[in-house]
């Protein structure tokens, strides 16, 4: 059974810094794609951050390139989310994904696993 645990979600003032762990099972991580996404109350789930099976390629929403880096360790079958410089329009549950294939996909459609999100709020 393919699970995948969000963590280190929060509250932090505008301009800080929060880190995005998730911690995944019941598939073989180092052979799949990963990719983050965010919903705000009211919006639909819009990508954020995806990364390929091997780490090499990324993609990135240009709302958070240049403030977000998403990478993953295959020995510990996690990915992250380093998020920097975060401003209120941040403010989100953000979701983990696990890709249908190996690659950086950047559409909802394109992943078949969902976690069950963590909340981070930017506030002051």
């Known amino acids: 059974q393919v699970q995948l645990v969000e963590s280190g979600g929060g509250l932090v003032q505008p301009g800080g810094s929060l880190r995005l762990s998730c911690v995944t099972s019941?598939?073989?991580?180092?052979?799949?794609?990963m990719g983050w996404f965010r919903q705000a109350p009211g919006e639909e789930r819009t990508f954020v951050a995806s990364?390929?099976?091997?780490?090499?390629?990324?993609d990135y929403a240009g709302s958070v390139k240049g403030r977000f880096t998403i990478s993953r360790d295959n020995r510990a079958n996690t990915v992250y989310l380093q998020m920097d410089s975060l401003s209120p329009e941040d403010t989100a549950v953000y979701y983990c994904?696990?890709?249908?294939?190996?690659?950086?996909?950047?559409?909802?459609?394109?992943?078949?696993?969902w976690g069950q999100g963590t909340q981070v709020i930017v506030s002051s």
């Open positions: 994904a696990q890709s249908l294939g190996d690659g950086a996909e950047n559409s909802a459609s394109d992943f078949g696993s």
């Open positions: 019941g598939f073989t991580f180092r052979l799949y794609g």
């Open positions: 990364i390929n099976w091997n780490g090499v390629y990324r």
